[in-house]
């Protein structure tokens, strides 16, 4: 299994990116597809998540601002990303996992975001 996420880079404050990540190599259904970031001597947080079904949990911190989508049919989920500030500044990383028989808890390789202020 393989997750290829895509559609870091750098942006001013006030801009946008969109990110994306691609499944591949295994059967995904049921699941939960998901974004987290990692800023440098933190910990690993959960921005968004939306189940196969299309039902989302977003982060406080970026409600208003981030919208998760997925496409079950081609195994990606996006991230769309406005009004990006410095504080969004991270490795994000992308998370497919089922947490009934079968589970998988598969990651991604992670794409920098780096928003200059």
């Known amino acids: 299994v393989q997750l290829q996420a895509s559609g870091g880079g750098v942006v001013q404050a006030g801009g946008s990116l969109r990110l994306s990540c691609v499944a591949s190599?295994?059967?995904?259904?049921?699941?939960?597809a998901g974004w987290y970031r990692q800023a440098p001597g933190k910990q690993r947080d959960m921005v968004a998540t939306v189940t196969s079904g299309g039902i989302t949990n977003i982060a406080d911190s970026v409600e208003g601002r981030f919208t998760i989508s997925r496409n079950n049919a081609e195994n990606t989920v996006y991230l769309q990303m406005n009004s990006l500030k410095a504080e969004d500044t991270a490795v994000y990383y992308c998370?497919?996992?089922?947490?009934?028989?079968?589970?998988?808890?598969?990651w991604g390789q992670g794409t920098q975001v780096t928003v200059s202020s």
């Open positions: 190599g295994g059967a995904f259904s049921g699941d939960i």
């Open positions: 998370n497919f996992k089922r947490v009934w028989a079968p589970r998988y808890n598969y």
